[in-house]
C-alpha cells in the first residue's frame, strides 16, 4: 500500500491545524483593566469617525466619543485593526492616523485583513466579532446597517443585521438611516430572532431623524430592567445579540418629513439617471446632505456622541450584579 500524499512536508503543510492560528490582539491598558475588574466597557467602532465625517472633525469626534463613554460610567474601547493586529483602546496618534483615509472592514473583511497585515477601521460588524473575541458587552454605534431599497433586485442586506444574528453582545445604536428599507430591516431582525428594545422610545429611529413611522416591538425604560432582559435573553438557547435603540436628541435631529421628501425626489433622479444596485444608498445620502444643506453632517457628529453615551449607560447597567432572587 501507497504512503498518502497527506504525510508529505508539502500536504503537511497545507493541512496546517487552524487551532495553532490566533487573532492577534491588543487591549489598551485601560480597557484591560476594566475587564480584570468586571467594569463596563463599550466598543466603538471606528468607520464612522474615520470616514463618516468631515476631515478636520474625524479625530475631535473620535476622542470626544470616548470622553462621553467614561463621563457616564464606563470605559471606551474604540477598534481598528493596524498591521494585522486588532487594537481594543486606541491612542490618539491611532485616531490620527485613521483620519488621513481608513479602509472599511467588515466581519467579513477581518480575517484577510490580519492575515495580510493590513490596517483599516472596523464597521459595527466587525465591531461586533471583535467585541464577543474579547468579552466586551456593548457596542455603541450611531447607525446601523439594514435591508437596502432595492433589495428584490440586489439581495442587498448589511453584514450588520446577520452578525447581530452571530454575535452573542448588546447593540446601541440610533436605528437605520431613513435611506434604508426600515420596514424589511425589521422584519429581517424579527425572522433571525433579534430582539429590538427601545430604550425610553417608543418608535424606532431613523439616525438623523427621531422616528421611522415605525414602533420599536418592545420599550424599556429602566436600565436594571433592560440589563435584566439581556441576560435573561441570553440563557435561551441559540440566542445572538440585542439591539437596543435610543434616538437622537430634538435639537440635533432632521426633520422626517424634509428628509423623506429629499429622498423621494432623490428616487425619481436616481431612475432618470440610472443609477443602480448598490450605488442608490450612496446617491441617496449625498442626496440627503445636499437637500440639508450640510446639516446632515452636523446631525450625524450629534449621533454619534449620543449613542456613545447611552452604549456607556447599558454597559453600566449591565455591569451591576443582580439581586440573587429568592426561591
Known amino acids: 500500500m501507497t504512503r498518502s500524499t497527506l504525510t508529505t512536508p508539502r500536504a503537511a503543510l497545507a493541512i496546517r491545524r487552524s487551532d495553532d492560528l490566533k487573532v492577534p490582539i491588543r487591549l489598551g491598558e485601560e480597557v484591560r483593566a476594566a475587564l480584570d475588574d468586571g467594569r463596563p466597557v463599550v466598543a466603538l467602532e471606528t468607520n464612522v469617525t474615520a470616514n463618516g465625517l468631515p476631515g478636520p472633525r474625524r479625530v475631535a469626534a473620535g476622542l470626544e466619543c470616548e470622553r462621553r463613554v467614561r463621563a457616564s460610567g464606563a470605559v471606551p474601547a474604540s477598534l481598528a485593526v493596524l498591521d494585522g493586529t486588532v487594537v481594543v483602546g486606541l491612542v490618539q496618534h491611532e485616531h490620527e492616523r485613521l483620519a488621513e483615509g481608513a479602509r472599511k472592514i467588515g466581519s467579513r473583511e477581518l480575517a ?15 465591531a461586533m466579532a471583535v467585541a464577543e473575541l474579547t468579552g466586551i458587552d456593548v457596542v455603541a454605534s450611531a447607525g446601523l446597517g439594514g435591508v437596502h431599497r432595492d433589495y428584490g433586485d440586489t439581495m442587498d442586506v448589511s453584514a450588520d443585521l446577520h452578525q447581530l444574528a452571530r454575535s452573542r453582545v448588546v447593540v446601541v445604536s440610533a436605528g437605520v438611516k431613513s435611506v434604508l428599507d426600515i420596514a424589511r430591516t425589521l422584519e429581517f431582525l424579527e425572522t433571525r430572532g433579534v430582539p429590538v428594545i427601545g430604550y425610553r422610545c417608543d418608535d424606532f429611529p431613523a439616525f ?14 429602566d436600565p436594571q430592567v433592560l440589563a435584566d432582559a439581556i441576560r435573561l435573553h441570553r440563557t435561551l438557547p441559540g440566542t ?7 434616538p437622537i436628541a430634538v435639537d ?43 446639516r446632515s453632517s452636523v446631525a450625524n457628529e450629534a449621533v454619534v456622541l449620543q449613542v456613545a453615551a447611552v452604549g456607556a449607560e447599558v454597559a453600566a447597567a449591565l455591569a451591576v450584579t443582580p439581586p440573587r432572587q429568592a426561591r
Open 112 to 126: 484577510a485583513t490580519v492575515a495580510s497585515r493590513g490596517s483599516g477601521a472596523t464597521t459595527i460588524s466587525a
Open 208 to 221: 438623523l431623524c427621531r422616528s421611522s413611522g415605525l414602533p420599536n416591538p418592545q420599550r424599556i425604560d
Open 240 to 246: 445572538g445579540s440585542v439591539l437596543v435603540t435610543h
Open 252 to 294: 440635533d435631529a432632521l426633520d422626517e418629513q424634509e428628509v423623506g421628501a429629499a429622498i423621494e425626489r432623490a428616487l425619481v433622479r436616481a431612475a432618470a439617471e440610472g443609477v443602480r444596485g448598490a450605488a442608490v444608498t450612496n446617491f441617496l445620502t449625498r442626496e440627503v446632505a445636499a437637500a440639508t444643506v450640510g
